[in-house]
């Protein structure tokens, strides 16, 4: 089990940039695949990003490839998403799962562990 908890999020207007921090607790951080999902009002959690705890593999939802940048640093026990030119429709609450020794899934189901969610809003 690991403890997570996300920083970054404000209000920016659209074309601008936001980086989110994940950090996590415990020294077993190398072990999980990290992942990014975003939940708006009265919308279901989505996948947005993630990175494999083996080889650093990324996965990004097409609706944020070539914007949004994950990356993770193992000795800060920290997952970062970097978020580039961010429209409306990137607003929504972002959390931060942790899937040990996870393959890779887009599935909000299988990340056992959780954040408390941080704030993105888009103005247009």
């Known amino acids: 089990q690991v403890q997570l908890v996300e920083s970054g999020g404000g209000l920016v207007q659209t074309g601008g940039s936001l980086r989110l921090s994940c950090v996590a607790s415990?020294?077993?951080?190398?072990?999980?695949?990290m992942g990014w999902f975003r939940q708006a009002p009265g919308k279901e959690r989505e996948f947005v990003a993630l990175?494999?705890?083996?080889?650093?593999?990324?996965y990004y939802a097409d609706s944020v490839k070539g914007r949004f940048t994950i990356s993770r640093d193992n000795a800060k026990n920290t997952v970062y998403l970097q978020m580039n030119s961010l429209k409306p429709e990137d607003t929504a609450v972002y959390y931060c799962?942790?899937?040990?020794?996870?393959?890779?899934?887009?599935?909000?189901?299988?990340?056992?562990?959780w954040g408390q969610g941080t704030q993105v809003t888009v103005s247009s």
């Open positions: 415990g020294r077993t951080f190398s072990l999980y695949t």
């Open positions: 799962g942790a899937d040990f020794q996870g393959r890779g899934s887009h599935r909000a189901d299988e990340y056992e562990n």
């Open positions: 990175i494999s705890w083996r080889g650093g593999i990324t």
